[in-house]
């Protein structure tokens, strides 16, 4: 089993930075990838960023690319997310997910485990 805790969220506003951390703790060693999600009110959940845990190739959506950045500290066993430039439609609770198998960054169905997720508020 694989546990994962969010933090790091709050209140910021438009065009502000939040930075938020991913401890994972657990089984970890055979994971292959580690992911955001997010979710905001009235919507599905949708895919943010992704690592993967041999060779650390990343993968953003279009709709954070230049704006977030996934990392990974292997020593503290924790994936952070730095947002920047953030705007009001990144408002969502955000999710930190890992998984086994071939990379499939963008699929939540790929995802064995998932924290309680953490809400980021983006004020105009």
């Known amino acids: 089993q694989v546990q994962l805790v969010e933090s790091g969220g709050g209140l910021v506003q438009a065009g502000g930075s939040l930075r938020l951390s991913c401890a994972a703790s657990?089984?970890?060693?055979?994971?292959?990838?580690m992911g955001w999600f997010r979710q905001a009110p009235g919507k599905e959940r949708e895919f943010v960023a992704a690592?993967?845990?041999?060779?650390?190739?990343?993968y953003y959506a279009d709709s954070v690319k230049d704006r977030f950045t996934i990392s990974r500290d292997n020593a503290k066993s924790t994936v952070y997310l730095q947002m920047n430039s953030l705007k009001p439609e990144d408002t969502a609770v955000y999710y930190c997910?890992?998984?086994?198998?071939?990379?499939?960054?963008?699929?939540?169905?790929?995802?064995?485990?998932w924290g309680q997720g953490t809400q980021v508020t983006v004020s105009s």
């Open positions: 997910a890992a998984g086994y198998g071939p990379f499939a960054p963008a699929a939540a169905n790929k995802y064995d485990y």
């Open positions: 657990g089984r970890i060693f055979r994971l292959d990838r």
């Open positions: 690592v993967r845990s041999n060779g650390g190739a990343t």
